[in-house]
């Protein structure tokens, strides 16, 4: 079945750098594109970050940008979030999910959706 | 940047009795050229991811129970539940796909009364 698996998250120093990945499977991987949403504790949900199918097309949040980068390997149907310069606010579980349609579609719903993997900037 | 935002914050309703939420964004997210709504409705249970119900405002996603429906265009939209089942008790939340950045609401937390 479809399915996105998130992993690398852990407890890291402000100021510190995590990478995260999120590995595909159950559909043809290379033509859709994928998200990066946050859950701070008890909080609602935050988009990150999405990235193209073919990686030309990159956007990010404000509050990310500059300091993450989303990239992907088509090969290893994974996307990967770069998160440097991290803050104690970026303490989040953090989901990938899909755009929900094939192709060029960037303004799509998210669906499926990962389990998540936490990340806790704290010192 | 769209701002959504849901009301009421949460939500208490008997088992068998409607629930309904609301949803608005501070500008239109019905786009032109295609006519549709560019708003999705989420289910989140404690420990879950989101789980997708309704997309383009309207159309349920498949599997999802029929007594979920989405109605609403440009600016005001809602999700009713039509008949509380336990299994419902979630956060719900709205999303805009129109334009980046992807906003969601805060969310509406629903619980049995």
């Known amino acids: 079945q479809v399915q996105l698996v998130e992993s690398g998250g852990g407890v890291v120093q402000p100021g510190r750098s995590l990478r995260l990945s999120c590995v595909a499977s159950?559909?043809?991987?290379?033509?859709?594109?994928v998200h990066w949403v946050r859950q701070a504790p008890g909080k609602g949900l935050e988009w990150v970050a999405v990235?193209?199918?073919?990686?030309?097309?990159?956007y990010y949040a404000d509050s990310v940008k500059g300091r993450f980068t989303i990239s992907r390997d088509n090969s290893k149907d994974t996307v990967y979030l770069q998160m440097n310069s991290l803050r104690t606010e970026d303490t989040a579980a953090y989901y990938c999910?899909?755009?929900?349609?094939?192709?060029?579609?960037?303004?799509?719903?998210?669906?499926?959706w990962g389990q998540g993997t936490l990340v806790t900037v704290s010192s | 940047d769209i701002v959504m935002t849901q009301s009421p914050d949460s939500l208490a309703v008997s088992l068998g009795e409607r629930a309904t939420f609301s949803c608005k964004s501070s500008q239109s997210i019905l786009y032109s050229s295609n006519s549709k709504n560019y708003l999705a409705w989420y289910q989140q249970k404690p420990g879950q991811p989101p789980k997708l119900l309704i997309y383009w405002a309207s159309t349920r996603e498949s599997g999802v129970p029929d007594r979920f429906s989405g109605s609403g265009s440009g600016t005001d939209f809602t999700l009713t539940i039509s008949s509380l089942q336990a299994e419902d008790v979630a956060v719900y939340y709205c999303q805009q796909y129109y334009d980046t950045p992807y906003t969601f609401g805060q969310g509406t937390k629903l619980e049995i009364k």
């Open positions: 159950g559909f043809t991987f290379s033509n859709y594109a």
């Open positions: 990235i193209s199918f073919d990686a030309n097309k990159k």
């Open positions: 999910a899909r755009a929900a349609e094939i192709g060029d579609h960037l303004y799509r719903w998210f669906d499926p």
